[in-house]
């Protein structure tokens, strides 16, 4: 058989050919690869701009980035600006404000020992109303004694109000009106001695308590459906 110089020529050609075809649609495909893959980094880029910092050792730094400022706006200040100061820290009612502190605010925890069911608030002597008062009601006694009490709050230096039987007292032939009232520190030394109140007398009261962490409010001499009422007492700076 005889073959012609060109049909040799495209024979041993063809494979090149094709491995030249071949060669270019991997690179396309290549491209378009690199190219999709160039676009999803911008788009990752664009819509997670604040992804988490890689710091040293491999972790991520979680910590919220701060509002950048506008041109004519200061960036906001992130600083601390001071601690609760100790007065504020008590709960009760005034002492942030007033250096106060009100015997019918203190928490119950505070008291050591106290009569069943005290009244907290309001409470009056001769229709004159004391707003934050601590009373209680003689039951079931004759020649009563009645102690409240309890651990003081520290920084406080004196105990005031006004001690009285409460206008609930019954005062007639039998029920005569009076008692006596004082204030001991917890190693029973007197910072008030005795003094007799009968109703409807009106007694205040200012008693030093520095340096003293525990107190007895004392009430004897009562008798049966008597109300003694310590009113507006209150620890003072």
């Not at 020529?9 to 075809?21: D, H």
């Not at 030093?208 to 525990?214: A, K, L």
């Amino acid at each position: 058989m005889i073959f012609s110089e060109n049909s040799l020529t495209n024979r041993s050609n063809a494979p090149n050919g094709k491995a030249r075809w071949h060669s270019k649609s991997w690179w396309t495909a290549a491209g378009v690869i690199i190219a999709l893959l160039g676009l999803t980094i911008a788009y990752a880029a664009w819509q997670y701009p604040n992804a988490p910092e890689e710091t040293k050792g491999g972790a991520t730094s979680s910590a919220p980035r701060a509002a950048s400022a506008t041109p004519n706006e200061p960036a906001p200040d992130t600083s601390a600006t001071g601690t609760i100061p100790p007065a504020d820290q008590t709960g009760v009612r005034g002492a942030g404000n007033s250096g106060q502190v009100f015997l019918s605010d203190l928490p119950e925890s505070s008291f050591i020992r106290q009569p069943a069911s005290p009244k907290r608030g309001p409470a009056k002597i001769d229709n004159h109303e004391y707003p934050s008062s601590y009373s209680y009601r003689f039951t079931n006694c004759g020649n009563c004694t009645y102690n409240v009490e309890l651990n003081l709050p520290g920084a406080y230096k004196r105990l005031t109000g006004v001690f009285g039987l409460t206008d609930e007292t019954r005062h007639d032939n039998v029920i005569d009106g009076i008692t006596y009232f004082s204030i001991y520190s917890s190693t029973g030394d007197p910072l008030l001695p005795p003094r007799k109140v009968e109703y409807p007398a009106r007694v205040p009261f200012d008693v030093d308590v520095t340096g003293v962490s525990r107190v007895r409010l004392t009430v004897s001499g009562g008798t049966n459906a008597e109300y003694p009422c310590w009113c507006d007492a209150r620890l003072t700076r």
